[in-house]
């Protein structure tokens, strides 16, 4: 018998004065997940911040549903003019790369070269 795949618990805090990352926990991002994921960054889209970074580097799967959200979001904070910045593991990439959306988004190994993407001194 199959189980459901664990949801990945998301939370939420401010690194910086003004920039909010929003941090996925390990498992796949789909499901719950996705819905969990996109509900938090609209949170702190609402509060307008300067910068938000997505710490996605836990996760080990990313689904159609997931990688759909990813780009609402990035649509989302450009249109708001808050800064976007992904900590993200190779799954995350790779998916990234090969749907042709490495333009919207900026991916980094750690939060630090999230932060000074943002232009962060870290």
């Known amino acids: 018998m199959r189980t459901a795949p664990t949801p990945t618990p998301v939370s939420a805090d401010d690194v910086r004065p ?3 990352r929003i941090r996925a926990g390990a498992g796949p991002l789909g499901g719950f997940a996705v819905a969990e994921l ?3 960054v609209d949170v702190a889209l609402l509060r307008r911040p300067w910068g938000i970074v997505l710490d996605l580097a836990a996760l080990d799967e990313v689904t ?3 990688l759909a959200m990813l780009v609402r979001v990035a649509g989302a904070a450009g249109e708001l ?4 910045s992904m900590v993200c593991p190779a799954v995350l990439r790779s998916t990234v790369d090969e749907a ?3 333009g919207l988004f900026e991916l980094h190994d750690d ?3 999230a ?3 943002l ?3 870290v």
């Not at 003019?81 to 976007?84: C, F, K, P, S």
């Open 18 to 20: 003004g920039i909010t």
């Open 115 to 117: 932060l000074a993407a």
């Open 100 to 102: 042709g959306l490495t």
């Open 81 to 84: 003019d808050v800064g976007l």
């Open 119 to 121: 232009g962060v001194v």
């Open 64 to 66: 159609p549903a997931g």
């Open 38 to 40: 996109g509900s938090a």
């Open 111 to 113: 939060l630090d070269a």
